[in-house]
């Protein structure tokens, strides 16, 4: 009996212990992580004659600091789209996510910087070190948001932080099979803030996951 309670005391601590890392779902969650912007402020870029971009204001306030990094981004580099970048977005929040969820982040690795790779890596470590394996299902993007755009016109680093709302079903279970948390018959929804970076004008076209917040 005693042996029975101390396991129950370690996979509760297991829970608790990885519950703080992915969005605001309550489950095995990927870890919080910051993004290192050492560049000086987004600089003041002037509105592009003829008004407002409608690919820049249709996601953005055409007066924010947001809009005139994203049109010093399409200034440098013309083919770039706001609206093809957050179609882009979508599909990589559902791949980077589901690939985290099944513990393999290979597929996914040339879309996540250095530090996300290892701290993703490092919660999927320790859940199969304690014998947990999530298994989980994308219903679907319930809502997607740009929420602020930074750019170095030094380095010409991009940044770009949305905001998703997701919802998914999953279940996490014990080295016996046993399921601890979750039900694959409920949908949980799931909110998300992840910046994605890259240099713009530069050969390599793929956006980099950077940071990540609920």
């Not at 005693?2 to 829970?15: C, H, S, T």
């Not at 770009?160 to 979750?182: A, D, H, M, P, Q």
């Not at 910046?195 to 609920?214: C, E, H, Q, S, Y």
């Amino acid at each position: 009996m005693f042996q029975i309670i101390v396991l129950a005391g370690i996979l509760l601590f297991l829970v608790l212990k990885l519950r703080s890392v992915l969005g605001t779902r309550e489950g095995y969650e990927k870890p919080r992580v910051e993004w290192d912007a050492s560049g000086p402020e987004s600089p003041r870029f002037e509105v592009i004659e003829g008004g407002p971009d409608a690919d820049i204001a249709d996601h953005v306030s055409s007066d924010s600091k947001a809009a005139k990094a994203l049109a010093a981004m399409k200034a440098l580099e013309p083919d770039f789209s706001v609206t093809e970048f957050l179609q882009g977005a979508r599909g990589a929040y559902e791949m980077i996510l589901m690939a985290f969820e099944s513990g393999n982040l290979e597929s996914v690795m040339p879309f996540l910087s250095k530090d996300v790779y290892e701290a993703f890596a490092s919660v999927i470590d320790r859940r199969e070190e304690s014998g947990i394996s999530v298994e989980a299902t994308f219903v679907g993007l319930r809502e997607m948001e740009l929420k602020d755009a930074h750019f170095d016109p030094d380095t010409r680093e991009a940044e770009i932080t949305v905001k998703f709302v997701s919802e998914l079903s999953y279940v996490v279970r014990n080295r016996e099979g046993e399921i601890i948390e979750g039900n694959p018959n409920e949908i949980k929804r799931q909110k998300d803030v992840w910046t994605f970076a890259r240099i713009m004008g530069a050969d390599d076209p793929n956006w980099k996951l950077v940071a990540t917040d609920a």
